[in-house]
Structures are given as C-alpha cells and as structure tokens.
C-alpha cells in the first residue's frame, strides 16, 4: 500500500482514565504488539495506520492522551477538529467506568455528536475480575446515543473490529463519495441500509 497517496486522513483519540489499556489498544492495532509493561503516556503521543475503506485510503492519525488530571488541559487541545474518539474504561475498575460520563461532557463541550464518530470500549475482557457487566456497558453506550464494544488488548479482541466500525461512523457523518459495484455513492445511513456493504463492521 503506498503510504504517500491517501484520499483522505482522519484524527481518532483515545480517551479515558490512567490505566485502562489506550497505550495497549494502540499498540496491538497499529504494530500487533503487546506488552504489560510500558511507561506511563505523559501528555499525548500517536501512531498512524493505513486502511482501505472500500475504494479510498485512508490514514488514521490515532492519539494516545493520557489519563491523569495533570495532563488533561493539554489532551484537551486536541479534541477541536477531531472525526472520532473511542472512549475507553476498564472492566475490572469501576471507577474509570464511572468517570466515563464526565469524559463524554467533555467531549461534547469542544465537539457534536452529529459531526465526529463515538464509540464506548469496555478493555481488559479477558480479566476474571470483572467489575462492571456487559449490560452495563451496553446501557450506558445506549444513553450516549452511541456504538459499544468489549475488547482485549492482550488477545486482540474486537480491535480490529472496532477501528473499521470508527472509520464506518467517521465516512458516513463526513458523507464520503465511494465506489460500489462500479457505482459511485454518497456514503449516509440512508444508503447504507440498501447496500449490502458485505463488511465486518458490526455497527
């Protein structure tokens, strides 16, 4: 895939509390590592992957922010002109699945959701200490009005899945011009729902 000519980029961020796995979740879906022991994100940092999405290309800019209240002012900075954001929390902390409603408050105070994707990840699914259910999750996702995921870091579960469905909500809210069976679309959610996209997306 040639890097130098893309259709179109888009900014993703990753928020959520201070160890929650966005470092992992970043790593795994960008360079397919893993590790549990990694330094502490201080401020912001990113990592870029290239995608197809139909007949365009794509390239994800996907920013780390960290999650302690000392470097908030300065992940904030980069929530103007972001096209999505996944907030992330820990199942097997309860209290970085609580602090979630006032990250989206946040997020809604630089940002619409009419005009940036949103998705909620539940991380660390593989844990057997569990603290918060599915339903749960589900719930809350449902109130935001928005997609929910349950993923691993460490078993690359769902990664992959919910990074093509951001881009899926990211090209469909930009409207995006696509080729479908030698047809040209704009891509909306009315078309969607007469197209059969034949994707694994499962927004």
Same mark, same amino acid.
């Given at each position: 895939?040639?890097? +130098?000519?893309?259709? /179109?980029?888009?900014?993703?961020? @990753? ?13 795994? /879906? @960008? +360079?397919?590592?893993?590790? *549990?022991?990694?330094?502490?994100? #201080? ?12 007949? *365009? ?25 972001? &096209? ?5 929390? &820990?199942?097997? &902390? ?5 602090? #979630? ?9 630089? !940002? ?33 009005? =928005?997609?929910?995921? $349950?993923?691993?870091?460490?078993? !690359? ?10 881009? &899926?909500? =990211?090209?469909?809210?930009? *409207?995006? $011009? ?6 040209? =679309? ?6 969607? $729902? ?7 997306? =499962?927004?």
């Amino acid at each position: 895939m040639d890097s +130098d000519k893309v259709d /179109y980029t888009f900014k993703i961020l @990753t928020i959520g509390e201070s160890g929650v796995g966005k470092t992992c979740i970043l790593l795994r /879906y @960008t +360079d397919n590592k893993f590790s *549990k022991h990694h330094l502490t994100t #201080i401020g912001i940092d990113f990592k870029t992957k290239q995608v197809n999405y139909f007949d *365009k290309k794509i390239k994800l800019y996907i920013w780390d922010t960290a999650g302690q209240e000392r470097f908030r002012n300065i992940a904030q900075q980069y929530y103007n002109g972001a &096209d999505g954001i996944f907030l992330v929390y &820990d199942v097997t &902390d309860r209290k970085s699945f609580e602090k #979630i409603s006032e990250w989206m408050k946040t997020i809604l105070s630089y !940002n619409t959701k009419e005009k940036i994707g949103l998705i909620l990840l539940a991380n660390k699914i593989d844990s057997d200490t569990r603290e918060v259910n599915k339903e749960e999750g589900e719930n809350l996702a449902r109130e935001f009005g =928005i997609k929910y995921f $349950e993923t691993s870091a460490l078993t !690359n579960y769902n990664l992959n899945e919910s990074f093509s469905c951001m881009v &899926d909500e =990211i090209a469909t809210k930009k *409207k995006i $011009e696509v080729k479908v069976d030698k047809t040209r =679309i704009t891509l909306t959610r009315e078309s969607k $729902e007469v197209i059969n996209l034949n994707r694994k997306c =499962i927004c």
